[in-house]
């Protein structure tokens, strides 16, 4: 029978902790509604005590959420866990998680104190956090670094004194995957009580292993896994959910299940990485932009005669429409027939072998190959290039209001628009829209640098969604806006 992994996320806590990456609380509401209706089981709002902006943020959130315990953090300090009682109160589900350090190096240098001081002040915590609310978890932070017989000491001592949840963090990621496991492995076997408490890992990904650590400690016996959308976090990141919960989905022989509709793990990643305006790495696993990307011609011919030879996960299962195949160089005579049929070309063997060999030749010229290329190949006549910029006047600076006046040539006439934004950027985005008039939404804006210098040339990545799909643009120029335009311009003319 499969066990239920209770999936704690702390996206709101961990998560908001990386520089520049800040919530208010409309954004960090919206986000743990979007947790809540993705089935989440814990959200940890966030760390009430640190300022008079996360008290508010944690409140609100305890008010509007229904269905996931909202879990509010603290030190081992009763000011702390008074804070956190305070603003949790009104939720339906409410959980105080109270911290402090087990590892020796935590204890003399951060705390300049001892293992019996160190445990006394937790098992008090915990006792008075029991005082105000019956769901209490307790992290022993830097486990991971913890001597495992006074780790399994700290951890009976605060079951007993009332903890629901037993948290073990590998705080530095410092552990390897195996000895995780078998620490957690050694707490069932040595903890008297360890029966009455949910045992919780929460990994750190300094050295890039923060799931292979959550899931070896799955495999021995851990309930509750906390992670954060993306795997953003402190350093270098929190376990990922998206990984987390994938890799129990997929590996059937875990025996395993958690409550998360997956076909919305896409969505919140965007969600979350727009929000904090952290954008997602390309090869980002599950979530990444060429994560169900293919360019070369092997893998191509696999996928288009079964997608499992190399998709281990459907893309509409966690909430993508499909994968793609990218035409490059790289590619091979099975993807370019697949996309020249999909133009309508009906194409003989000998026939393909001609194109292909035009097609490579091309594809060394450019880096990607487009459908209008494909039609030039084939002697059709292309259908051009669609809308393109002729002309961008911008006026932005203070006090003024941001105004933007564009002219596109599409199909050998012009069309003029003016606008004004919030930003030289938006308001030249509104000006195409009240020509091209196709209403997209915008999921990631990212400017690049190619080399070096104030004079340098600036790339602009973005990426839309339009009807359930997702389609990327790319622009380059030495002025920012006028490469936002272009890259504006490239992805709405995928679209149309």
């Not at 640190?50 to 000011?79: M, Q, W, Y």
């Not at 915990?126 to 951890?155: P, Q, W, Y």
């Not at 009976?156 to 963090?169: H, K, Q, Y």
């Not at 011919?301 to 079964?306: A, E, P, Q, T, W």
Request: charged content about 25%; glycine content about 8%; hydrophobic content about 40%.
């Amino acid at each position: 029978m499969k066990k239920k992994i209770i999936v704690f996320d702390t996206t709101l806590r961990d998560g908001e902790q990386v520089p520049g990456c800040q919530l208010n609380t409309v954004e960090k509401i919206e986000v743990a509604e979007n947790l809540e209706d993705m089935g989440v089981d814990v959200i940890e709002a966030g760390f009430p005590i640190s300022s008079p902006g996360d008290f508010n943020s944690v409140s609100e959130i305890a008010k509007v959420i229904k269905k996931s315990t909202v879990c509010a953090l603290s030190r081992a300090v009763a000011k702390d866990i008074e804070a956190a009682w305070e603003s949790i109160k009104k939720a339906r589900n409410p959980r105080i998680h109270t911290f402090i350090s087990s590892s020796d190096i935590h204890i003399k240098y951060q705390f300049k104190s001892t293992r019996e001081k160190i445990l006394a002040q937790g098992v008090e915590a915990v006792k008075l956090a029991k005082s105000f609310c019956e769901d209490v978890e307790f992290s022993a932070m830097d486990a991971g670094r913890t001597g495992n017989g006074f780790l399994a000491k700290f951890i009976e001592s605060v079951i007993t004194a009332g903890a629901t949840t037993v948290n073990i963090p590998d705080t530095t990621g410092y552990c390897l995957p195996d000895e995780f496991g078998q620490k957690i492995k050694f707490l069932f076997e040595n903890v008297k009580n360890i029966h009455k408490a949910i045992v919780s890992v929460h990994c750190h990904n300094d050295l890039g292993m923060a799931t292979a650590n959550t899931i070896s400690a799955v495999q021995n016996g851990a309930r509750q896994i906390e992670v954060t959308v993306n795997g953003v976090g402190e350093r270098a990141g929190n376990t990922s959910l998206e990984e987390a919960v994938m890799i129990i989905k997929t590996r059937q022989q875990l025996h395993k299940f958690t409550n998360i509709d997956t076909k919305k793990i896409y969505p919140i990643s965007r969600l979350v990485s727009r929000l904090m305006r952290m954008p997602v790495q390309p090869n980002k696993a599950i979530v990444g932009r060429n994560a169900f990307a293919h360019s070369s011609g092997i893998h191509q011919d696999g996928v288009l005669k079964n997608k499992f030879t190399y998709e281990l996960i459907n893309p509409c299962e966690v909430g993508l429409s499909e994968s793609s195949l990218a035409l490059t160089a790289r590619s091979g005579r099975s993807a370019l027939k697949h996309h020249l049929e999909r133009l309508g070309f009906s194409i003989t063997a000998e026939e393909l072998d001609d194109v292909y060999q035009q097609f490579v030749r091309l594809a060394d010229q450019k880096k990607d190959i487009s459908d209008d290329d494909l039609r030039q190949i084939m002697g059709q006549k292309p259908k051009g290039d669609g809308a393109s910029l002729e002309l961008l006047e911008v006026v932005c600076g203070r006090p003024l209001t941001p105004k933007a006046t564009v002219k596109l040539l599409i199909e050998g006439k012009e069309y003029t628009a003016t606008a004004i934004g919030n930003g030289p950027v938006d308001a030249t985005f509104k000006a195409i829209n009240n020509i091209v008039r196709k209403k997209v939404l915008l999921e990631e804006f990212l400017i690049q640098a190619i080399t070096k210098g104030s004079d340098d040339i600036g790339k602009v990545h973005i990426q839309v969604s339009y009807k359930g799909n997702y389609y990327y643009g790319f622009g380059t120029d030495t002025d920012i806006v006028v490469a936002s335009a272009k890259a504006y311009l490239n992805v709405l003319n995928k679209v149309i």
